[in-house]
């Protein structure tokens, strides 16, 4: 069964990019950087038991354990024990933080032992293979913290399981708090999630030697800020069942859930890790807080990042327009496609089929009608001027009296010019010049043709074109400009 959450409007011109970065981060340090980490663990590993150092620690921690009246989780100690105990006292020692203080403070073996020169030569060079694990040396470890490990530790994981876990939830709650609150708010409210949750478990656990690492303190920051910000707030969710899918709108409080199950199916059946499940409580009760503190600074949420997308009207109608045209219903095809023009006037289909149908009648209204809105179209969007001139040929060729206004008629002169289509616009000059010879624009186009005449090196028109808009526009900016070129 899958659950997921519907929510957000991510786009290519809207792009979450702030969560997409985190998820490639995440993931570039755990394939590149923490590849070779089980085996340099391995190597230090093997030089603490075949170097003799093994032998010289876990005799004295076993006397330590006895002094403090405590009982070794890992069973009773002896020379001859076998590969899997001596690892368990190994792991119980090296996390031992009272012992290991008593043991780097030179008190569990001392200066006047007579192996202490020794010991002090193989720790040293253990300590070195073991710090040089990148889980150690940049996990947050309470008792050794460092300040760049409280960054560090939030982008890596301690296997596949837990990165894919992570990531999921991260791209579904990210997507939907990056586009709701915006991009510098978000990230943080990232950061500060997983440094509350870094902090929560130094204070919890202050004496750990075991690396904290994961983006679980973040994610559930997150989750915690979703769930104030948005719990109530109705969310489309996509359910899969194998043979069944639907969608439904519910709570968005119903991811918290599920991110808890994912925490605890991690827990129980994730196996060894250095994930502190424990830390994520500090991480959502900080993302919660931030998540309040923005609703007590802002008021509202910003919920239209989780609204419906509307629903698309268009594409019925035009789909059953096509279906009558195919059965030749013409009539009831057009009634459709201007319900698809008076929902949306810029809709090019629509327009391209109903001149089509109109054309039929080339002396009826309908097509001047539709051609002409077609054309305005293509003058508003003149990025095929080649389209609308094939289009304004048929149109004339079709009717005997072409029905265009002057202001199209102005408007198509400048796309011919542009195409090249001299003649044609010179023949639509002179017919403007005869029935509007005040129409706003003309003076431009006949400069616009003389110029583009002579630099075809078709002077003569060009002049021809030049005299008529000195003659009847002399006191225009066109004519001083065409002076001014003569």
Known sequence: MVIIPLTGKPSWKNPPIITIALIVINCCVYFLLQTDQDERYMQAMDYYFNSGLAQ???????????????????????????????????????????????????????????????????????????????????????????????????????SVMHLVGNMFFLWIVGCALELGCGRLQYVFGYILSGLGAMCFFWLTY??????????????????????????????SFFLSLGFYFNTYRLPGILLLPAWVGNELAMLFFGGESSTAYMAHVGGLVCGGGLGFLRLCCTGTQDRDAFSEEPEDEITPLFDKAMAHIGRLELPKARLLLMQIIAKDPDNLKAMQQLVTIDKHEPEHNNFHESASRLLHYHVKNPRTPKTAYDLYKEYTAATKQPRLSGELYIGLCRLFIRIDQLDESARIINALLKLKPDIPGLPACLLGLSQAYRQKGRHKQGESCGTVLLSLFPESSEARILRQDL
Not at 84 to 92: C, D, N, R, S, V
Not at 129 to 135: A, D, N, R, T
Not at 218 to 232: F, K, P, T
């Open 56 to 158: 010289i620690e876990i005799p004295l921690y076993e006397t330590y354990l006895q002094q403090q009246n405590r009982t070794p989780k890992a069973g009773a100690y002896s020379e001859n024990m076998d590969g899997e105990t001596a690892y368990l006292w190994h792991q119980e020692l090296a996390y031992d933080y009272s012992f290991q203080q008593e043991l780097q403070a030179r008190r569990v073996v001392t200066p006047e032992d007579e192996h202490f020169a020794r010991w002090e030569q193989l720790r040293t060079q253990y300590e070195e293979k073991f710090s040089s694990v990148i889980l150690i040396r940049y996990g947050f470890r309470p008792a050794y913290h460092r300040p760049v490990t409280f960054i560090t530790s939030m982008f890596m994981h301690g």
């Open 206 to 235: 202050s004496d750990s030697l075991v690396p904290c690492i994961g983006a679980s303190g973040a994610i559930a920051g997150l989750m915690g800020a979703y769930s104030v910000l948005y719990g109530r707030t109705r969310v």
